[in-house]
């Protein structure tokens, strides 16, 4: 009886850590049919999260 209570504990986290967020994307392109769309609005105003700067130029393959 006693390993039951260990077992059904971690049974309900497992659940618990199985709930999505809205804006959570669970796979690849948001959904099943991988839409890439999400009803949630950006937080206004936009800002430069980062930026690369190459220390070459690209070459062709």
Known sequence: MK???????????L???GQAQAADWPMHRH????SG???DAPALP???AW???A????SPA
């Open 3 to 13: 390993p039951l209570i260990p077992l059904a504990l971690g049974a309900l986290l």
């Open 15 to 17: 659940n618990l850590a």
């Open 31 to 34: 959904d099943i049919s991988r």
């Open 37 to 39: 769309i999400t009803a």
């Open 46 to 48: 936009l800002r430069l």
């Open 51 to 53: 930026q690369h700067v």
């Open 55 to 58: 220390t070459q130029r690209p």
